[in-house]
Each structure stands twice: as structure tokens, then as C-alpha cells.
């Protein structure tokens, strides 16, 4: 399975862009899909997860209330569309996604419970 991230780019605080996921299979609907983040000198952290078969959505309280993950009507696109940017939300970010089986509540922030990772697209945000 391949993931390509892309959509990434510099923005001013307070602006909008809106990261997307492809995969390389037929479609997304088997797998829960996930958006990480790593800054410069930090550790790749949760940012977003949805489901399978476009269920359930959960977010960091970090970016929950403006960011939104979306699914394409074609389902082999996950897109995180993300509003009111902040400076801290400068990172690269990667998609992910689990093949086999379903990550469990505890683990969904846990980047190790993940299969497969695209290779990341940069989010710049300047004050």
C-alpha cells in the first residue's frame, strides 16, 4: 500500500489549506486513516483519525474545532482541510493508514499502531 500526502505549502496565522491523501489501492474504505505532525526537533505527534468506511472522526485537542478530516466521494482520498492556522501548527505532516484489523480507542494517538505512512508534505505558518 502507498500513500502519497500532498497540499502542503506557507501560509499566514489565520489561514486555510487543506492537506490531501491518496492511496494506491481502489479505495480507503477498509483501512482507519490518520494525520500525524513533526516539527523541527520534536516528535511526530496525532493530529487526526478517521475510521473506516468514513466512521468516526477523532482530533487532538490541539487542532479539534479547525481542522476537519474529509473523505472524497470516490473514497481513495482522505483530506484534512485545516482552518484558523496557528505558527504551531508548522510541521511536516504524514498520513497513515491501518490495513488489518481496527486500532483501538487507546491507541489511535499512538503512531506504532499504524502499517503505513506516506511521505510527509510541509506546513509552513508565520506569525
Known amino acids: 500500500v502507498q500513500l502519497q500526502a500532498s497540499g502542503g505549502g506557507a501560509v499566514e496565522a489565520g489561514g486555510s489549506l487543506r492537506l490531501s491523501c491518496v492511496t494506491s489501492?481502489?479505495?480507503?474504505?477498509?483501512?482507519?486513516v490518520g494525520w500525524f505532525r513533526q516539527a523541527p526537533g520534536k516528535e511526530r505527534e496525532f493530529v487526526a483519525m478517521i475510521r473506516r468506511n468514513g466512521g468516526r472522526k477523532y482530533y487532538s485537542d490541539s487542532v479539534k474545532g479547525r481542522f476537519t478530516m474529509i473523505t472524497d466521494a470516490a473514497d481513495n482520498t482522505v483530506q484534512l482541510q485545516m482552518n484558523s492556522l496557528k505558527p504551531e501548527d508548522t510541521a511536516v505532516y504524514y498520513c497513515?493508514?491501518?490495513?488489518?484489523?481496527?486500532?483501538?480507542?487507546?491507541?489511535?494517538?499512538?503512531?506504532?499502531?499504524?502499517?503505513?505512512w506516506g511521505q510527509g508534505t510541509e506546513v509552513t505558518v508565520s506569525s
Open positions: 497513515a493508514a491501518k490495513a488489518r484489523g481496527r486500532i483501538i480507542l487507546s491507541a489511535i494517538q499512538d503512531k506504532r499502531a499504524y502499517d503505513y
Open positions: 489501492e481502489r479505495t480507503f474504505s477498509a483501512y482507519d
